[in-house]
């Protein structure tokens, strides 16, 4: 009787963490708050072209420039507490280590995307204080916010037509969009602005949760 085959060995797990310029290692399948830094998100973001980089300008439009802006037209819409602002700026903030794709693309992947940026989603609220999943009204709100700036960028940047972004991103409150121009800047100087601003968002957020003087 022939010997039995050898054991195959155990494949190894496929890697699935990144290691992160802060020099973090972060598992993109199971992420703790532990190993998210703001300067990592900000760094990552303003090298993430939104458009698959398909924008005018001699800068790409980033992620962070987009985040910047939704969070600014988030408290037009309406008075926000500083918490769901700073919600409103990390928005898109997993997409610093999985990239921004444009909704087609995201729909043909299906739902697996959507988890992937669900827990990246919860990781990086919890480590800065929200809520892992955000009330809905807030939701619906920030939202809003970012088909608004899509509409922004589609007419100004990434060669739509007011009638084509009307169709795909819904016609904007004339009062939300009057007199906004869209100007690419070099990474450096986003990144700075949204590292800026989150400091900002985190001091009030902080400021307003009793018995927190400071993080």
Same mark, same amino acid.
């Given at each position: 009787?022939?010997?039995?085959?050898?054991?195959?060995?155990?494949?190894?797990?496929?890697?699935?963490? %990144?290691?992160?310029?802060?020099?973090?290692?972060?598992?993109?399948?199971?992420?703790?708050?532990?190993?998210?830094?703001?300067?990592?998100?900000?760094?990552?973001?303003?090298?993430?072209?939104? +458009?698959? @980089? %398909?924008?005018? @300008?001699?800068?790409?439009?980033?992620?962070?420039?987009?985040?910047?802006?939704?969070?600014?037209?988030?408290?037009?819409?309406?008075?926000?507490?500083?918490? +769901?602002?700073?919600?409103?700026?990390?928005?898109?903030?997993?997409?610093?280590?999985?990239?921004?794709?444009?909704?087609?693309?995201? /729909? /043909?992947?299906?739902?697996?995307? @959507?988890?992937?940026?669900?827990?990246?989603?919860?990781?990086?609220?919890?480590?800065?204080?929200?809520? $892992?999943?955000?009330?809905?009204?807030?939701?619906?709100?920030?939202?809003?916010?970012?088909?608004?700036?899509?509409?922004?960028?589609?007419? %100004?940047? $990434?060669?739509?037509?007011?009638?084509?972004?009307?169709?795909?991103? @819904?016609?904007?409150?004339?009062?939300?969009? /009057?007199?906004?121009?869209?100007?690419?800047?070099?990474?450096?100087?986003?990144?700075?602005?949204?590292?800026?601003?989150?400091?900002?968002? %985190? /001091?009030?957020?902080?400021?307003?949760?009793?018995?927190?003087?400071?993080?």
């Amino acid at each position: 009787m022939p010997a039995a085959p050898p054991p195959k060995p155990a494949r190894k797990p496929a890697r699935a963490w %990144q290691r992160m310029l802060s020099g973090r290692r972060l598992d993109l399948l199971d992420p703790t708050p532990v190993d998210i830094e703001i300067e990592d998100i900000a760094h990552g973001l303003a090298f993430v072209a939104r +458009w698959n @980089g %398909q924008t005018t @300008g001699d800068w790409p439009y980033s992620v962070a420039e987009h985040s910047l802006l939704v969070e600014t037209l988030f408290a037009q819409i309406g008075p926000q507490p500083a918490k +769901w602002r700073l919600a409103a700026l990390l928005h898109d903030a997993p997409e610093y280590v999985i990239g921004d794709m444009i909704s087609p693309v995201k /729909a /043909a992947v299906g739902p697996d995307y @959507g988890a992937l940026d669900a827990r990246l989603s919860a990781a990086i609220h919890i480590r800065f204080g929200l809520p $892992a999943v955000l009330p809905e009204a807030v939701k619906r709100t920030i939202k809003r916010a970012d088909r608004v700036s899509a509409w922004l960028e589609a007419t %100004q940047i $990434a060669g739509f037509s007011a009638a084509e972004a009307d169709r795909f991103f @819904g016609r904007p409150d004339p009062g939300l969009v /009057a007199g906004r121009h869209i100007a690419p800047r070099p990474p450096a100087e986003v990144r700075a602005a949204f590292t800026m601003r989150h400091a900002e968002l %985190q /001091a009030a957020a902080d400021s307003d949760r009793p018995g927190l003087t400071g993080r």
